[in-house]
């Protein structure tokens, strides 16, 4: 048991809860911190799709107005942003670090972690591909064109990112162990296959990936695993 278990009754419960639903990726990547750093939490599914979307009603709009997962309580106090949330955990338990020690260093993992979260994940976030569907009509085939597409072209300017750091060398984004980077590229690969984006031209994050797999951290948060899971 950590020491983020307490007991009470009888009944074994965590200062740690997270608002999460199995297929986001922005809760997928705060699961592999949490899972990396070996920290228990209690999770709480929003279904992002049944009945119109759970995020949208008022109950879990108090927990997050932006009505989006995932939002992490821990000792009464919310943060509601994916990164936000990884930066605090790993400053609250240091080890296994997921920031390098030097400044440059830590500059360009959260260079490549905020590629994935800002640049590739938002166009295709579920809310972006119903105004796609309900407001410009497009249908089920022209979503999903617009997905591979704007993955492939992040995808090919994250395999860039990684040649130009080309003094890092290790099986993970930068270097022996993971970081924030491998946490937001594991849930956007996941997607990316999910909607048959062809992997092929981008050799570097499907090795990385492989890395990623091996370790049980990343086993554990895998859509797959979770209570909510329809797989």
Not at 14 to 25: E, G, I, K, V
Not at 48 to 53: E, I, N, S, T
């Amino acid at each position: 048991m950590n020491e983020s278990t307490r007991e009470k009754n009888g009944i074994h419960t965590t200062n740690r809860t997270l608002y999460t639903y199995f297929r986001s990726s922005a809760a997928y990547r705060v699961r592999i911190a949490l899972s990396l750093k070996g920290l228990d939490y209690d999770s709480i599914p929003v279904h992002l799709v049944r009945d119109g979307g759970e995020q949208h009603k008022p109950t879990y709009r108090e927990v997050n107005p932006f009505g989006l997962v995932p939002s992490y309580v821990e000792n009464g106090r919310i943060l509601r942003q994916s990164l936000a949330i990884i930066e605090y955990i790993n400053e609250c338990h240091p080890e296994p670090p997921l920031l390098p020690l030097k400044p440059y260093a830590r500059a360009e993992v959260r260079e490549l972690a905020l590629s994935i979260a800002c640049d590739i994940h938002p166009l295709n976030n579920t809310r972006i591909l119903k105004y796609l569907q309900h407001e410009i009509h497009a249908d089920d085939e022209a979503r999903v064109r617009w997905m591979r597409h704007w993955m492939q072209v992040g995808f090919g300017a994250f395999e860039t990112l990684l040649s130009a750091m080309s003094d890092v060398n290790g099986p993970f984004c930068y270097g022996e162990v993971p970081t924030i980077a491998d946490c937001c590229l594991i849930p956007q690969l996941f997607n990316a296959r999910r909607f048959g984006v062809d992997l092929t031209a981008f050799p570097r994050l499907v090795e990385i990936d492989s890395a990623c797999q091996d370790l049980e951290a990343f086993r554990q948060a895998h859509p797959s695993r979770q209570p909510d899971s329809e797989a």
